[in-house]
């Protein structure tokens, strides 16, 4: 690894809803993710965060820190350093941008597994898709989504395909 390049990814969670970006270009192309970027000269990772949020989805938010991953990617020179942020409340208007289409997904079916609740037969919202996500997202996302402080690292091949990886719940008092 020649460099290590600080990013952010924050995520907005709000009444069983996580919202996810549906990324219209470059990096991770096609795959619905937070939102998020590289940290600037000159800001800290909150203040990028809260940056890329609003430059990608047009709000705001006062984003908690929820995790830390470290990627390297065989081709890539550089490894990637992610500080993961979330908040449960937002202001502004949510809106497409260049960068991102954002859309709302349930996160109950995805935490229970299965659909316990009879009453509800299909919700307003799809579930997570992650099969569209990265492969790394499946091992921390639920984390993040119960408030639990996670840790993780994944190396993925010049395929995309991730071939190493560990992830672990951080023990907080
Ligand atoms: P520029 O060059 O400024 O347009 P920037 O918007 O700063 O780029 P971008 O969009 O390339 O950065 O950031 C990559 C985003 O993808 C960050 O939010 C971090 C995230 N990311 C990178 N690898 C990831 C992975 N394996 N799993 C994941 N998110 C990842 O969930
Ligand atoms: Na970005
Ligand atoms: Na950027």
Do not use: C
Not at 16 to 29: A, T, W
Not at 47 to 52: D, L, N, Q, T, Y
Not at 98 to 112: D, I
């Amino acid at each position: 690894i020649e460099q290590v390049k600080l990013y952010t990814n924050a995520f907005i969670l709000q009444d069983n809803k996580i919202l996810l970006g549906y990324k219209k270009r470059g990096f991770g192309k096609d795959l619905y993710n937070g939102f998020g970027g590289k940290v600037d000269p000159g800001e800290t990772s909150v203040e990028a965060a809260v940056r890329e949020l609003q430059e990608e989805a047009g709000i705001t938010a006062p984003l908690r820190h929820s995790g830390v991953l470290f990627f390297t990617v065989s081709d890539v020179a550089h490894a990637f350093y992610i500080d993961v942020y979330y908040a449960n409340e937002y202001s502004g208007t949510i809106e497409e941008t260049e960068e991102m289409r954002p859309q709302w997904f349930s996160v109950e079916q995805n935490a229970t597994g299965t659909q316990h609740n009879s009453n509800k037969t299909d919700s307003e919202f799809a579930p997570i898709p992650y099969e569209q996500m990265w492969a790394d997202d499946p091992f921390w996302l639920p984390l993040l989504i119960q408030g639990r402080p996670f840790i993780g690292r994944a190396d993925f091949g010049a395929d995309g395909r991730m071939q190493k990886w560990w992830f672990a719940e951080i023990p907080v008092s």
